[in-house]
C-alpha cells in the first residue's frame, strides 16, 4: 500500500461516539484467549513435571521459571490473534490488524469487499491494492454480515455525501 493510503504520516483517531461502527472478531477472540490460557498451563504443568521426573537432567528452579515465562511469551504471541479491530465512522476508517494499525480516509476508499471464499473482508485501493480486515472474519456468520454491511453503509454515505443514520435528527 502506498503511502498515500494511511501508511504513515496521519494520525487521525476515531472516537468512539454516534456514528462509529467499532468490530472485533467473536470467535477467534475466544479461540486466542483458551488457547494462551492452556499454553500457559501446559508449560507450567511441564516445568513442574521435568523437575520431578528422572529424565537423567538436571532441571533446577531457573529452568522452571524459564519455562514458565517460555509459556507467557508464547501465549502473549497467540493472543496477537486477538488484537485486530476496526473503527470507522463518516470521514475514514481505522484497521488494527495483528501488528499495524492504519487509518485510511474514505476518500482514498474504492470499495469495502469481502470476496466469495475469503477468510476475511478488505478495502480496495485504486492500482489493485487492498487492506486486509482481519477484524471481520467469515468464521463469525451472521456477526460479520452485519459489521460489513454496517461499514459499507458509512462508506456509502461518504461517498454520497449523505449524513448517516445516527446524524440525522
Known amino acids: 500500500m502506498t503511502a498515500a493510503a494511511g501508511d504513515g504520516g496521519e494520525d487521525r483517531r476515531i472516537g468512539?461516539?454516534?456514528g462509529t461502527v467499532t468490530v472485533r472478531p467473536r470467535k477467534v477472540l475466544r479461540v486466542a484467549w483458551v488457547c494462551?490460557?492452556?499454553?500457559?498451563?501446559?508449560f507450567t504443568v511441564i516445568a513442574v513435571v521435568l523437575?520431578?521426573?528422572p529424565t537423567g537432567v538436571f532441571f533446577r528452579l531457573a529452568d522452571q521459571v524459564a519455562m514458565v515465562l517460555m509459556g507467557l511469551?508464547?501465549?502473549?504471541?497467540?493472543l496477537l490473534l486477538a488484537r485486530p479491530r476496526v473503527r470507522a465512522d463518516a470521514a475514514g476508517i481505522e484497521v488494527r490488524n495483528v501488528l499495524v494499525t492504519r487509518y485510511v480516509p474514505w476518500e482514498l476508499v474504492r470499495g469495502v469487499a469481502f470476496p466469495d471464499g475469503a477468510s476475511?473482508?478488505?478495502?480496495?485501493f485504486p492500482d489493485d491494492e487492498y487492506l486486509s480486515i482481519l477484524a471481520i472474519q467469515a468464521v463469525d456468520g451472521s456477526y460479520a454480515v452485519d459489521r460489513i454491511r454496517a461499514v459499507r453503509a458509512l462508506y456509502t454515505a461518504s461517498r454520497n455525501g449523505a449524513p448517516t443514520g445516527s446524524e440525522q435528527p
Open 51 to 53: 523437575r520431578n521426573s
Open 16 to 18: 468512539a461516539g454516534a
Open 120 to 124: 476475511w473482508a478488505r478495502l480496495d
Open 36 to 42: 494462551a490460557v492452556l499454553t500457559v498451563v501446559f
Open 73 to 78: 511469551f508464547v501465549a502473549g504471541g497467540v
